[in-house]
């Protein structure tokens, strides 16, 4: 079991290995101390009855016992601090992982129960890791130490109190138990924090649907199975105490009983009783605390289980390298070459899709809802790769080159826009650290955002709220662009970039757009005209097939659906 514990998570064991070990030292020094005393007494009985000195007995008894307090508390430290330690790098390592897990894995995940193997998961792991480990390795050596003392002292008494082993030994396999169900507390846990982070998140709506009620009722039903699941548990734990209890009093029962007898006919003597006494609280507390530690540590092993669910999954590779510079513009700056794509279990969201984006120029993507648009930018920035066909970018496959290298000559503005929670430097700074105010401010008066700052004596560390909440729509539009541009790449992909602008703020961003368009590669997906009638060629998709591909004149003239879109869908400047 140990091995399988600190098999699972070496890596994060290896750093802690010397504390672990001088936490073993001194488990396994306090239970030699522990061991010697019930002998110390036997000796200090047997002066006494033979009037022999005690003092130094006294002494050395006192210090065995003060020493061994010392020892544990030192030895408690060291674990926590272990523990801590581990639990440390453990969350270190899997929120980088989860951050470097491909979008498609999100897609399939609920985001609660990702934050509860993250946070409460690795917590328990720590007891399993630390004082749950150590707890076994003192408890076997003072049981067995014990065991072989009590042999010596006595075998008949020694005889009879494994009767009251059976009991403890029998708590071992309701413990095994635990591992099950301490696992299904964690994931009743981890979905209950889903159905609360799917309700605060939308809290807004679910107030205006009028749904508070409704949306309770769903976490109270999580909530429900959650402590169904604890109470489970908590049985199973509530065993081991009647188990350890009837073992440790029927033990006792034995000794007083059968070593009575035996030192009132003389086959005893008094100071072995008593030692034998001190021998059998040594071997029944170690015991209890041994099967109380297999149980953290089984419990701890269910929440490993479902961290080691999380760092099995292949991640996004990533690299330390300089990041090349973009290739020599001698091929088209995106190319389709019959390209398709459906999201697991659905219907394929694009069939054999093609066309060319060359550098320098505007292409807007335009089409019905669920056309494929917003999915063409996602498998040019590899949040998804094709299922067949081909996606480059500067002619090679982007399926072919390291995430991290394309994504660098890649601006993404998603459709919703995200703001994260914190200053509006906190979010320009996220694609490019380096740049200084002056740059953070020209990004910010090219997106008509200046007056974000200047009405807050805060300046640019002007707070955003949660997902920008402080802000309006239009603001966390053009902040979310304005984070794109600072960045300053070849490629830029705006999902809807004037979907939330008014009229007056659009057409600043559009001059902004267009600006930037003399100098970057645009792609664009457009459901406003404004925005396509300025673009160098419109590609329009249905159904996730191209319907047709040219100028708005073109298109207007030669393509049905682009008409209707046209002069029904998309809305005049």
Not at 423 to 436: F, K, S
């Amino acid at each position: 079991m140990i091995r399988a514990v600190f098999g699972t998570l070496a890596p994060f064991v290896r750093g802690q290995r010397g504390t672990l070990a001088a936490g073993l030292a001194l488990s396994l020094a306090g239970a030699a101390g522990t061991l010697a005393q019930p002998m110390v007494a036997r000796s200090v009985l047997t002066a006494v009855q033979t009037g022999r000195p005690v003092w130094h007995l006294v002494v050395l008894l006192v210090t065995l016992t003060v020493t061994g307090a010392v020892l544990g508390g030192v030895r408690s430290y060291l674990l926590h601090r272990a523990g801590a330690r581990m639990v440390l790098a453990t969350r270190r390592v899997l929120v980088d992982h989860l951050l470097r897990l491909p979008v498609a894995e999100f897609d399939r995940r609920r985001t609660g129960d990702l934050l509860s193997r993250a946070g409460a998961d690795t917590a328990t792991m720590q007891s399993a890791l630390t004082s749950g480990l150590v707890d076994i390795a003192g408890g076997a050596v003072i049981t067995i130490g014990a065991a072989a003392m009590m042999a010596w002292l006595d075998p008949i008494m020694f005889a009879f109190t494994t009767v009251a082993f059976a009991g403890l030994f029998a708590g071992f396999f309701t413990a095994r138990r635990v591992r099950d169900a301490s696992r299904e507390v964690q994931d009743r846990l981890g979905t209950m924090t889903s159905a609360i982070d799917r309700a605060i998140s939308a809290v807004r709506t679910i107030k205006a649907s009028r749904a508070e009620t409704r949306e309770a009722a769903v976490v109270a039903g999580h909530a429900e199975r959650a402590y169904a699941a604890g109470l489970r548990l908590a049985g199973l734990n509530a065993r081991l105490g009647p188990l350890i209890n009837s073992a440790v009093q029927i033990g006792l029962l034995l000794v007083i009983g059968v070593g009575g007898f035996r030192v009132a006919s003389g086959t005893m003597p008094v100071g072995d009783l008593a030692a034998f006494a001190l021998f059998l609280y040594l071997l029944m507390a170690p015991l209890a605390r041994t099967l109380t530690a297999y149980a953290e540590v089984q419990s701890g092993l269910g929440a490993m289980q479902r961290v080691e669910e999380i760092l099995a999954l292949p991640a996004e590779t990533a690299t330390d390298r300089p990041l090349l510079s973009f290739p020599a513009r001698t091929a088209p700056a995106i190319r389709f070459e019959r390209a398709c794509f459906a999201y697991p279990g659905g219907a394929p969201a694009l069939r054999e899709v093609s066309f060319t984006v060359p550098y320098g120029t505007q292409t807007a993507l335009v089409g019905p809802s669920g056309a494929g648009k917003s999915t063409a930018l996602a498998l040019i920035e590899r949040f998804h790769d094709v299922t067949s066909g081909r996606v480059l970018v500067a002619g090679r496959d982007v399926r072919e080159q390291p995430r991290d290298e394309l994504r660098a000559h890649l601006g993404y503005v998603e459709q919703d826009a995200p703001v994260l929670a914190g200053t509006v430097r906190d979010n320009l700074l996220l694609a490019a650290p380096g740049a200084d105010d002056d740059r953070l401010m020209a990004v910010l008066g090219t997106v008509r955002l200046t007056h974000l700052v200047e009405r807050s004596p805060l300046g640019l560390d002007t707070p955003v709220g949660e997902g920008g909440v402080l802000l309006s729509g239009g603001e966390r539009q053009r902040l979310a662009i304005a984070r794109t541009l600072i960045a300053a790449p070849p490629i830029l992909l705006l999902d809807e970039p004037t979907s939330n602008l008014d009229a007056v703020n659009e057409r600043a961003l559009r001059e902004a757009i267009a600006a930037v368009s003399r100098r970057h590669t645009l792609v664009v997906v457009a459901h406003r005209l404004s925005t396509v009638l300025h673009a160098d060629q419109i590609v329009v998709l249905d159904e996730g097939r191209i319907s047709g591909v040219g100028s708005h004149d073109e298109l207007f003239t030669a393509n049905p659906l682009y008409r209707e879109l046209a002069t029904q869908q998309l809305l005049t400047a």
